[in-house]
C-alpha cells in the first residue's frame, strides 16, 4: 500500500534550536516527496520537494529535507527555529492510482516553537 | 491575485440540505482536485479531474458530485448533508502529473 507516515503529532522546541519534523513513506517506484505547512485558517503552502538528484533538498523558509532511500525517510529540518515557524506541517508522496497519481499526506505535526 | 480561489469560506447549514462549494483557478494548471480535512485535521483526497474529466474518485458517498465545467473550475456539490459531512473542504490545483499542488483558503462546512 502507499502511505505516508508522520509519527509525531506534536513537535516542541525553543527558539534558536535546531529542528526535526519526522516522515516516513511507503511507495511502489520512485518516490516524489513534498513538505507543505498550514497556518491556522489557512490552505496549505508548498515548502520543498524531492525528485531525483541530491539527497538535502532546500525549500522556502531556511527549512531543508533529507532523503534517504534505505530507511525510506524524508526528514524536515531547520538549522535555527523561529516562533514564526510554529504551524502544522504535512509530508506527503505521490502515489499511483489507476492511470493517474495523487498526492497523499500524511496525519501532519504540530511544531511549536516557544521563545 | 488568488492563484486558487474557493467561496464560500465559510458554510452553516442544516442536515438534509443541499449545498455547493465553487472552486477556481488561475493558474493555467490542467489538473484539480478536492480534499476533506476533518476535525483532526487529517487531509484526505476526494476527487480529481484533468481538463474537465474525472480521474480520481475515492470511496466518497455519492451525495458528493463533482462538476468541472472547464479546466479553471471545479466545484463540489453535496446533497443531502450529514453531521459527518462538517469539515473543511480544500480546492487545489496543480500540473498534470501530481506535482507541486497550490491550495485554496479552504471552506469550513458546519453542518446542525
Redesign the interface.
Known sequence: AQSVAQPEDQVNVAEGNPLTVKCTYSVSGNP?L?WYV?YP??????LL?YITGDNLVKGSYGFEAEFNKSQTSFHLKKPSALVSDSA?Y?CAV?AL?????????G??TRLSIRP | DTAVSQTPKYLVTQMGNDKSIKCEQNLGHDTMYWYKQDSKKFLKIMFSYNNKELIINETVPNRFSPKSPDKAHLNLHINSLELGDSAVYFCASGPTGANVLTFGAGSRLTVL
Do not use: C, E, V
Open positions: 516524489y513534498f498550514q485558517n489557512r490552505g496549505l503552502q508548498f520537494k502544522l504535512f505521490r492510482y489507476s492511470s493517474a497519481s495523487k498526492i497523499i499526506f496525519s501532519g
